[in-house]
């Protein structure tokens, strides 16, 4: 028989694979992919946060134990206010807490300290030596109660603090 004859037709080959829309399998892969992101992301926060309490809570146990061996209050009002202050500025490090001073320093302190230490206030007598501590000598001779001072700046130091609390202007802080 010819060719011609036959009326053949070529052989048609199916079209090719389109990569849209995507198997099930590949956006079951993209899922998981970004809720391992989401969870890194969550992991590392919380190790940071932990992070910070750590070193907060050994700078404090090292003021404490600095104090125990002189029993020099001006040294351990100084070193309190310090750490309070560094502690501060990396907790809110968007606000403008550095540039407090005086009696809108501790009525913020006040405000952002949780209830937990109830009685205790910033702007009480033992509270107010924090004012003057960094510029002091350390030869100075303060009256004070220190393991007050050092309750009041541990109780603040070592509760975590809500974005509610830094997020308020200092003038909403004064009112409360």
Sequence with gaps: MNEQTLNLRDIHLPEPISWWPLAPGWWMLFACVIFMIL???????????????RDITAELEKIKQQFEKTQNKSQLAKSLSILLRR????YNP????AGLTGEDWLAWLDHTLRKSAAG????????KILLSAPYISENTVLDFDAKELIHLCESWLLTSHS????????????SS
């Design 39 to 53: 969870i890194l992301f969550i992991a590392r926060k919380i190790y940071r946060h932990r992070q910070l309490k």
């Design 87 to 90: 502690a501060n500025i990396t």
């Design 94 to 97: 968007d606000s403008n807490i």
């Design 120 to 127: 205790i206030s910033f702007q009480s007598d033992t509270g």
């Design 163 to 174: 974005k509610h609390a830094r997020m308020q202007p200092l003038k909403q802080a004064k």
